[in-house]
């Protein structure tokens, strides 16, 4: 390669942006900070060794669940099963136009848009715990606030991915639509709903099994479910029939995960 | 009767794409439009169904206005024409008949199609607008399935469900093979001449515009360069649209003896 062939047109390397170093800077300074006797949350590994010592009681009892209390811990796991249904139902069933309104692909008005996605950002920002602590203090103890907060919980998961879905589709078929004589809706249900499917039903799942998982936390401010058990029996120290809880758990989450995958893969 | 009357469609940011058009479109034509691309081609077409608006003078159809009309005027104007696109615009994960069902949708009630209960006769008229283009075969295979010479005759059956009066065609054959691209137009061609419909194409190729075309319009940077027979268009007469000579890439033959 000979320098006298380079054209004048060949650009300068623009000069490399400071924003990574200083980020890396930021960073380091931040674990420094919390790592600090002064300022941080006292983080001390010879403490961490000692404590997990302390816990190998509570560790072998629940190596040992007590299948004895199986029968028991039946009705509440399907209490939180019915739970998890009917929230996601609801909860997924609203979210699908929500999530039409929420995104910039499938509204005209600015107005909407903004409000939708504003309230939507709202509504993710408080944590189902807190919405069943509210629920449960407007309505009573039950299984009947813990559904509401599910339900709150899976509009602001589902509307929320989905109408970034909705963004990033093809914006072809909508053109096609409105070219037609279509109304909005019409061109929304078989211009855009068909490419979003798949990604509805995944995220639908999804939110499921969350909703199986956030029983066990929405138990314990007495919204009902499995949870609830779940918090009883660890007051008592318990530890061993705590397990029989968490192994029903554990075996229900992995078997509605293998479901959604299969269901997923038939319909992508 | 398709009419400009000194139509211009200036966009945000102050590009003219159509200056001060006047032109006329008799109902039956099939109508050419050449230049190059940026001339206006596109925006000519979308202005009139009115997805592009037009911002001074105005464009008719059958003497509705298009710039003042109603939503609903609108939509109703829109359901007597059809469209054809370059990329197709089908929906790749539902059915080719799904796609050419949403051609009666302006006619369908907003909750029937919500629900996806298409009539009988609706169904019937998607399935003929198949058989014309020689693709029904395909009706429940999934869109995507297609190549894409099967996905652009799905388009024009998706027009044709409308049972429209003009049909309008973006480019149709720009994504597609030179033999592919002489049957779709061929399927055009043919549905002027047997149903009576205006079509209006936009092309790029000129030797497609002269063997297809009964009348052509040039555009050169938004303004109206030529409006003649297609038998009056020479070589003359195009590089006169084109503002530059003509080069290989200007003809279809030339890119496909270029391919081989």
């Known amino acids: ?268 | 009767m398709i009419r400009f009357e000194n139509a211009s469609v200036t966009y945000r940011g102050g590009v003219h794409a159509l200056r001060n058009l006047t032109l006329e479109i008799p109902d039956g034509e099939m109508l050419v439009i050449v230049g190059l691309s940026g001339a206006g081609k596109s925006t000519l077409i979308r202005a009139i169904n009115g997805l592009v608006p037009i911002t001074d003078g105005d464009v008719t159809v059958d003497g509705q206005s298009v710039r003042h009309a109603t939503p609903r005027q609108l939509r109703q104007l829109r359901s007597k024409i059809g469209m054809i696109f370059q990329t197709f615009n089908l929906v790749n994960r539902t059915s080719v008949l799904n796609n050419v069902l949403m051609g009666r949708l302006h006619t369908t009630g907003t909750l029937r199609s919500l629900a996806g209960m298409y009539k009988a006769q609706d169904i019937e008229i998607a399935m003929q607008a198949l058989e014309r283009v020689d693709i029904v075969e395909k009706a429940y295979v999934r869109a995507s399935n297609l190549s894409g010479g099967q996905q652009q005759r799905v388009g024009i059956a998706r027009a044709l469900a409308q049972q429209p009066k003009i049909i309008l065609a973006d480019e149709p054959v720009a994504s597609l093979d030179p033999p592919t691209s002489h049957v779709v137009m061929r399927d055009l061609q043919r549905i002027n001449r047997e149903l009576g419909i205006t079509t209006i194409v936009n092309l790029h190729f000129l030797d497609l515009a002269k063997v297809y075309a009964q009348r052509i319009v040039g555009l050169r940077a938004g303004e109206l360069v030529f409006d003649g027979d297609a038998g009056h268009a020479d070589e003359n007469v195009f590089r006169d649209i084109y503002g530059r000579s003509l080069t290989a890439d200007d003809v279809l033959e030339a890119k496909a003896a270029s391919i081989a």
Request: hydrophobic share 50%; net charge positive; charged share 15%.
């Open chain 1, 1 to 268: 390669m000979t320098s006298a062939t380079r054209s004048a047109a060949r650009p300068v390397k623009p000069r490399p942006s400071l924003l990574v170093p200083l980020g890396i800077v930021v960073f380091l300074l931040l674990t420094a900070a919390s790592l600090s006797k002064q300022l941080g949350i006292g983080l001390d590994a010879a403490g961490l060794i000692d404590d997990l010592g302390r816990g190998r009681p509570i560790l072998e009892q629940l190596a040992s669940p007590n299948w004895s209390y199986l029968p028991e811990t039946i009705g509440p796991m399907i209490e939180t099963f019915q739970m998890a249904v009917i929230a996601s139902i609801i909860g997924c069933g609203v979210a699908l136009p929500v999530s039409f309104m929420a995104s910039r692909v499938t509204t005209s008005g600015r107005v909407g848009l903004f409000v939708t996605r504003w309230v939507l950002n709202v509504v993710r920002a408080i944590p189902d715990v807190l919405y069943a602590m509210i629920f449960v203090a407007a309505v009573g103890i039950g299984p009947l606030p813990g559904i509401m907060a599910l339900i709150l919980f899976n509009i602001g998961v589902v509307a929320k991915l989905l109408s970034e879905t909705v963004d990033g589709v093809d914006p072809g078929p909508i053109e096609a639509g409105r070219a037609s004589g279509a109304n909005s809706f019409q061109t929304v249900r078989w211009g855009v709903l068909p490419q979003v499917l798949p990604h509805y039903v995944a995220y639908s799942l999804y939110t499921f099994e969350l909703n199986i998982r956030a029983s066990t936390v929405l138990g314990i401010v007495g919204a009902g479910g499995i949870g609830r058990t779940l918090f009883a029996q660890y007051k008592l120290f318990h530890w061993s029939n705590v397990s029989v809880a968490i192994v029903e758990l554990f075996v229900l989450v992995v078997a509605i995960e293998a479901i959604s995958i299969w269901l997923r893969r038939r319909l992508v």
